[in-house]
């Protein structure tokens, strides 16, 4: 015996549950806009009470009042159907959002009681003595109303919210939007892929970044959205991708155009502006310059290489140099490359290398392409090792005790001068650069060896006191201006004492330094005087014998 069977629907169960698979409470708002759109309407005014939301507009009204309440049947005619993708079921959301709906177009009204209609009763359309121009739907109930100006924020018509007119700053405008073959894009002038996306006129997609965003349309004959509350787009992966490839292409284009439009005499504002522009979008169109703007070169001059300081944050805001290289000019300069956002334990070596050298440090160049001409030139700054060599070494000890500020016990070599050799990882080989330095302000500190080599200089002191301000010997957790002071008075008593070749030399500096750089009274001329030091060298008794 055959059997058949067929696909049904049991009404009674699917009208009393349809109403669940509405998740939004107010998603009967933009599907009544909406109906007011298709209508042909030019304005739409909401007006709001306690318990009541009423929608007006002035579009063509309603035909066939029956086709409100059947499921998929739309009243628009064929061409709105296929241009809109009108599927019949948005009424139905007030259905079940409100107690009591009231309908008027034409000179016909109903007033349906929303129980009733679920109950399986009929409701009568009545004729009304005025006419009514376009739709009048007034709904009493509980509501949320708070999303009013959202739902009007990108909507195609001009919208009147409790006699205000409502902020459409998204909505589609074509002076302001471009033409793509997914619709209309009005882009950020911060320049982004983070867009918000609307589909007839209700926003259906935004990017979950923060800060600026592109203001998307969607052309409504392509696209659909999920049923019944439309706010989620069909195949929404797929679309995005569109969107963004789109917006990567456009931003790659303009930037070839601005990058042929520029030369190394252009204002630096603008060869600044090209390339942070063009570094974000399309790298590679600027490999065919012969020019790099400054201002992605540290200013080593304002570096101070600290002593003793693992860390010296700069919270990535390094100074940086002004105007522009040319490529041929830079053939001969020691050229570094790194991407820190501050001086570690690690890139020291090379950054003191490079200051001392008078090099270049060229940094955040992970945005620029792998191909440009200036990696060629760059050695990396994050693998880079420094070599020390004291010249004419006279004497090693046991460096300054100072607030116990180093965990590991450190040296003293006091020298002529020093040999800096660095190796470094230049295009995956290594290589090796060296300077020699006889200037007592660079005297530094090798993390490697833990030894400082301390350059010796007529009349260098001042220098000195000035660079151990500068490197930070005292304890950098006190910030103890009194203590910073006696830090630094008895490190430059370790210096006197150990440069000093025997006692006499040493006193004869430290009267020099000490006495003679005050005004001496005259009846001290000619005079004997009887003095005595503590083992920090501070003098602590002075007398007329």
């Not at 063509?60 to 499921?71: C, E, M, P, R």
């Not at 998307?216 to 963004?244: C, G, M, N, S, Y």
């Amino acid at each position: 015996m055959e059997r058949h069977i067929q696909l049904k629907i049991n009404e009674n169960n699917l009208l009393s549950r349809l109403g669940e698979s509405f998740t939004n409470k107010d998603t009967f708002i933009k599907e009544i806009m909406q109906n007011a759109q298709r209508s042909g309407a030019t304005q739409l005014e909401i007006n709001t009470t306690d318990n009541t939301i009423s929608f007006i507009d002035n579009g063509n009204g309603i035909n066939d009042f029956q086709s409100l309440l059947t499921v998929a049947k739309s009243s628009w005619d064929i061409d709105i159907i296929k241009k809109t993708n009108a599927f019949g079921i948005g009424f139905l959301s007030s259905i079940y959002a409100a107690d009591i709906v009231e309908v008027r177009s034409g000179n016909s009204f109903v007033r349906l009681k929303t129980q009733d209609l679920l109950d399986g009763k009929s409701s009568l359309v009545q004729t009304s003595y005025s006419e009514t121009k376009g739709t009048v739907i007034i709904l009493t109930g509980d509501f949320e109303t708070k999303n009013l100006e959202f739902y009007a924020a990108g909507f195609s018509i001009p919208v009147i919210i409790n006699g205000i007119n409502a902020h459409r700053d998204n909505a589609l405008n074509e002076d302001y939007f471009i033409k793509a073959d997914f619709g209309w894009v009005k882009l950020h002038e911060c320049a982004t892929t983070n867009s918000k996306i609307y589909l007839q006129g209700q926003e259906i997609y935004k990017s979950i970044l923060a800060g600026a965003k592109n203001i998307i349309h969607l052309d409504d004959t392509k696209f659909l959205a999920r049923l019944p509350d439309r706010d989620k787009l069909i195949d929404e992966a797929v679309v995005l991708k569109k969107i963004d490839d789109w917006i990567r292409l456009y931003y790659q284009r303009k930037v070839q155009k601005e990058v042929e439009a520029i030369n190394k005499d252009s204002a630096i504002d603008k060869i600044e502006s090209v390339f942070n522009f063009a570094k974000k979008w399309n790298s590679e169109a600027l490999n065919s310059l012969d020019f790099i703007p400054a201002h992605d070169f540290i200013d080593m001059s304002e570096i101070d290489l600290r002593i003793g300081h693992y860390e010296y944050e700069y919270e990535n805001d390094w100074e940086v140099l002004s105007g522009v290289f040319i490529r041929d000019n830079l053939k001969n300069k020691n050229i570094f490359k790194t991407s820190q956002e501050y001086i570690d334990e690690e890139s020291m070596d090379c950054f003191t290398f490079c200051k001392i050298s008078e090099g270049m440090m060229f940094f955040n160049y992970n945005n620029y392409d792998e191909g440009h001409w200036i990696f060629s030139m760059a050695s990396d700054a994050n693998n880079a090792a420094l070599k020390v060599r004291a010249i004419n070494s006279h004497k090693k000890v046991d460096g300054p005790d100072i607030n116990n500020w180093l965990w590991r016990k450190t040296y003293a070599n006091f020298c002529k001068g020093y040999h800096l050799t660095l190796v470094f990882d230049k295009n995956g080989k290594y290589e090796e650069k060296s300077i020699s330095v006889r200037q007592a302000q660079d005297s530094i500190f090798s993390h490697t060896m833990h030894e400082y080599f301390i350059v010796d200089a007529n009349n260098s002191y001042k220098a000195l006191e000035a660079l151990f301000s500068s490197i930070g010997f005292f304890n950098e957790c006190s910030h103890n201006e009194s203590e910073e002071n006696a830090s630094s008075d008895i490190f430059m008593a370790f210096i006197r004492r150990n440069r000093a070749s025997n006692n006499i030399d040493l006193l004869r500096e430290l009267l020099t330094s000490e006495i003679r750089q005050s005004i001496v009274p005259n009846e001290l001329v000619g005079k004997k005087l009887s003095f005595r030091w503590d083992k920090e060298l501070n003098l602590i008794d002075l007398k007329v014998v």
